[in-house]
C-alpha cells in the first residue's frame, strides 16, 4: 500500500516556474515506476511524466518536453516535478500516480495503482 500526497501548486503567471511535490509513505518506494498526470474538467487525465524506479530512465509529453523535468528522491520518499515556462495551457489540476510494473513509458491512467489527491496549477496570461 502507498499513499501519495502532492503539494506546490498555486496560480501564477505565464513564464513563471512552480515545483511540484509528491511525498510517498510505505516501503519500498524505489519499486514503483512513478508518473505525473493532470486533468482539466470535461477533459480525460492526460499523462505528463513518468520516471522508472531507479530514476535513470524518463517519459514526457511533446508539449512538456523541454520545460519540465520529472525527478525522485528514494533516499526520502519524495517525487518531483519541476515546471518552468509555464503556459495558460499547463492549468490542470496535476496528480502523483505510482504503478507496480516495469514500464516506465506506460501513459495509461488505469495501469497506475495509487494516487494522489492532486494539487491544482493554475497559469494566468
Known amino acids: 500500500q502507498v499513499q501519495l500526497v502532492e503539494s506546490g501548486g498555486r496560480l501564477v503567471q505565464a513564464g513563471a516556474s512552480l515545483r511540484l511535490s509528491c511525498v510517498a509513505s510505505?516501503?519500498?518506494?524505489?519499486?514503483?515506476?512513478m508518473a505525473w498526470f493532470r486533468q482539466v474538467p470535461g477533459k480525460e487525465r492526460e499523462f505528463v511524466a513518468s520516471i522508472s524506479g531507479g530514476g535513470l530512465s524518463t517519459e514526457y509529453l511533446n508539449s512538456v518536453k523541454g520545460r519540465f523535468i520529472i525527478s525522485r528522491n528514494n533516499k526520502y520518499n519524495i517525487l518531483y516535478l519541476q515546471a518552468n515556462r509555464l503556459e495558460p495551457g499547463d492549468t490542470a489540476v496535476y496528480y502523483c500516480a505510482a504503478a507496480q510494473n516495469d514500464n516506465y513509458r506506460d501513459r495509461e491512467p488505469q495501469h497506475y495503482d495509487y494516487w494522489g489527491q492532486g494539487t491544482q496549477v493554475t497559469v494566468s496570461s
Open positions: 510505505g516501503r519500498r518506494f524505489g519499486d514503483y515506476i
